[in-house]
């Protein structure tokens, strides 16, 4: 019988691709996300001897990551102002693909309405299951996503008639010698 370590580490090798790939599309930078992704762990592994059904550990995860994001951005909010581009830029690049311009009008969405988006159109989750993951009304996840739906497409639309700099979209960092990505 594994112990609860060996168990929590083999969950966290499963779950951690997802995690970050998530925790990616909610604040749009990798190093970001892979903190993001370590606290969200950290958090999981205090939890680990809580979490009575290990087949609810990865919903649990879930909603953790979706807290750490929410709560790192209410504390960020008046600290830190980010910016869409680097400064000092060597060359303006090619026009932006769509991937790139969909992350850049995601960035633009509060964190609780790009979670909403997040979960519903990336993880493919159901307003019920939004709705819990969230922990608020479906008519809230509902709302939510046609205001942000609308906002993402005027944003893009806005993008599309813009000519302007672009560059390729941003790659996982890999970390691990050339692997594939998880």
Same mark, same amino acid.
């Given at each position: ?19 970050? *790939?998530? @925790?990616? #599309?909610?604040?749009? /930078?990798?190093?970001? !996300?892979?903190?993001?992704?370590? =606290? $969200? +762990? ?46 000092? *830029?060597? @060359?303006? #690049?090619?026009?932006? /693909?769509?991937?790139? !311009?969909?992350?850049?009008?995601? =960035? $633009? +969405? ?48 806005? @993008? ?23």
């Amino acid at each position: 019988m594994a112990s609860h370590d060996d168990e929590f580490v083999e969950f966290a090798v499963a779950v951690s691709p997802r995690l970050r *790939r998530t @925790a990616f #599309l909610l604040c749009g /930078d990798w190093h970001t !996300a892979q903190d993001l992704t370590q =606290a $969200t +762990l950290a958090k999981l592994f205090v939890a680990w001897r809580r979490i009575s059904r290990q087949d609810a550990a990865p919903a649990y995860a879930m909603r953790t990551l979706l807290n750490t994001f929410l709560a790192d951005r209410r504390r960020r909010r008046a600290s830190e102002v980010l910016t869409a581009e680097l400064p000092d *830029r060597a @060359a303006d #690049l090619a026009a932006p /693909d769509v991937r790139l !311009a969909v992350l850049s009008a995601l =960035a $633009t +969405l509060p964190p609780r309405s790009r979670a909403v988006v997040v979960l519903r159109y990336w993880a493919d989750m159901s307003v019920q299951e939004t709705a819990k993951v969230l922990g608020c009304s479906e008519g809230n996840v509902k709302s939510q996503s046609a205001r942000a739906l609308e906002k993402l497409r005027v944003r893009l639309l806005a @993008a599309e008639a813009e000519p302007g700099p672009g560059a390729r979209p941003p790659a996982e960092p890999s970390g691990r010698g050339g692997a594939g990505h998880g």
